[in-house]
């Protein structure tokens, strides 16, 4: 029944011919701006950290967002990578992100690092917010080295009714030391020890809402024992990078309007493999609750793994980021 109002509520307000009348653009919960913007600086900020500030070329203001918003950045190369806005939302005239270099990563951050540039050009999509900074009486910010980006603004917004944690290797590894609220406690490893998250996660009040960021383990730790701790809060994650494939078997997808198909391994995304043959593919999230890439079913069984799509939606469609073929084929309109 639940899903049945759900869906009656995204035709009226969403997608149906009303929407426009009944449920106006709202400039901040909006997604899917492309804005092409211009480096305006690139600084460092620790130690391979750099923080790349961008505005319109022709100063006019860019759309609103709130903490934990993210933008989608097009790169040079065609690479497209998502980072935190980790500046002031009240500056409608330039977003900043920041940017650590991972060495052994798939080259986007060593891009940024080696080739932007104050003047170069580059694409923009969003704001998107997919990490919800709610009302809560009290919150706990726990962060973890590059982990900051989101929870810095968030920090800022929840004043006094905040705790920030900061945790990182060394402090010259941890960028914008000098912008915590006064109250932070920062926690470099080579000062602390390693982090006990457990321990850091009680020092919420109750009914807080707790914010963690960071590398998968503090957020593993967290999911294991916050509601041990405190099952009156509210636990609120967010991710870098694209969740693991678990229990994945290879199967083939057919792309009917390009008449392309692509084999998919066990270990690998439907995105991913259709990036192969089809790279202009549209997607943001890479963790199945933005909707970007939402393509239609054709033919197929599909296993869901999405946070999104309602019962009556996955008859017929897929988020290609997440969810893979239940069988052996899948057919798809793209």
Sequence with gaps: MLGGVIDVYKHLFVSGPAATVLSRPNPVRRTGFDLDLVVESVTREADDVVAVTLRAPDGEQLPSWRPGSHVDVFLPSGRQRQYSLCGDPADRQRYRIAVRRITDGEGGSREVHQTLRAGDPLHVRGPRNAFTFVEAPSYLFLA?????????????????????????????????????????????????????????????????????????????????????????????????????????KPFRIELARSRKSVRVEANETALSAIRRVAPDVTYSCRQGFCGTCRAGVLSGEVDHRDRLLTDTERGDRMLICVSRAAGDELVLDL
């Design 144 to 248: 973890g080295g590059i982990g900051i980006t989101p929870i810095l603004p968030m920090a800022k917004a929840a004043g006094a009714r905040g705790q920030l944690i900061y945790t990182g290797r060394t402090r010259s590894a941890m960028p914008f030391l000098a912008e915590l609220p006064a109250h932070a406690d920062v926690r470099p490893d080579d000062e602390c020890g390693v982090p006990v998250v457990e321990e850091l996660l009680a020092r919420a009040e109750p009914g807080a809402a707790v914010y963690v960021c960071g590398p998968p383990p503090m957020l593993e730790a967290a999911q294991r024992c916050v509601f041990d701790l405190d099952p009156t809060g509210s636990l609120h994650t967010e991710r870098f990078s694209a969740l693991p494939v678990t229990d994945g």
